[in-house]
């Protein structure tokens, strides 16, 4: 079985600071994992994805992450924080070949301080 | 090419009644994926399709129900609603045939049980 957890349900940081999201996960083979963004009253984005090709992702604005197997781990980063990054972000696993299914973290409310 | 379209986006409901959702993929998607998104539960898979069959199903009561039509488009049926429903249901869509196709999402239907 998989799953991911993020640690803090909410993420405060001022404009322009780093932006870091944790994720850790648990999967019984390789794992494939995602990052999605969900802005108010819409459904989810897909910002980036590891699918063992390379273990630093870049994705959609300024994001990225670092796939980590020895911390089991898969944080989401961005260098310096846009008030348009104030939304929630999801974690998510997927280990089945052919299978649609994505198990999601908590999430973790990001709030941009002006 | 036109995104994941989802009708209603909005609907209100009293306990014991049924409801059905809808759900037009991507052009050229065969796989419909949908999720119940709740405050308490967080993002939850609830079932597959591919070619009109049910590949894959998470753990929800025989209430929830889904289907596939010859064109991919999905609908899910939920029945004898319960207050606990209230939720917005995502539905995802992707090619369906790679070791693991980005899903894109729909913007979901809100539905509230009164």
């Known amino acids: 079985a998989q799953s991911v957890t993020q640690l803090g349900s909410h993420v405060s940081v001022s404009e322009g600071a780093l932006v870091l999201l944790r994720c850790n996960y648990s999967?019984?083979?390789?794992?494939?994992l995602f990052w999605y963004v969900q802005y108010p009253n819409q459904g989810l984005q897909l910002l980036l994805k590891?699918?063992?090709?390379?273990?630093l992702v870049k994705g959609i604005n300024g994001f990225e992450a670092e796939f980590k197997k020895s911390e089991t781990s898969f944080h989401l980063t961005k260098p310096s924080a846009h008030m348009s990054d104030a939304a929630e972000y999801f974690c998510?696993?997927?280990?089945?070949?052919?299978?649609?299914?994505?198990?999601f973290g908590t999430g973790t409310r990001l709030t941009i301080i002006p | 090419k036109a995104g994941v379209t989802q009708t209603p986006r909005y609907l209100i409901k009293t306990r014991g009644q049924q409801v059905t959702l809808s759900c037009s993929p991507i052009?050229?998607?065969?796989?419909v994926s949908w999720y119940q998104q709740t405050p308490g539960q967080g993002l939850q898979f609830l079932f597959e399709?591919?070619?009109?069959?049910?590949?894959n199903k998470g753990n929800f009561p025989g209430r929830f129900s889904g289907r596939q039509f010859s064109n991919s488009r999905s609908e899910m049926n939920v029945s004898t609603l319960e207050l606990g429903d209230s939720a917005l249901y995502l539905c995802?869509?992707?090619?369906?045939?790679?070791?693991?196709?980005?899903?894109?999402f729909g913007p979901g239907t809100r539905l509230t049980v009164l």
């Open positions: 995802a869509s992707s090619p369906g045939e790679g070791q693991f196709d980005e899903q894109f």
């Open positions: 999967s019984s083979v390789p794992p494939y």
């Open positions: 590891y699918t063992s090709a390379a273990t």
């Open positions: 998510a696993v997927s280990a089945n070949f052919g299978n649609e299914k994505l198990t």
């Open positions: 052009s050229g998607h065969r796989s």
């Open positions: 399709y591919f070619s009109e069959t049910q590949r």
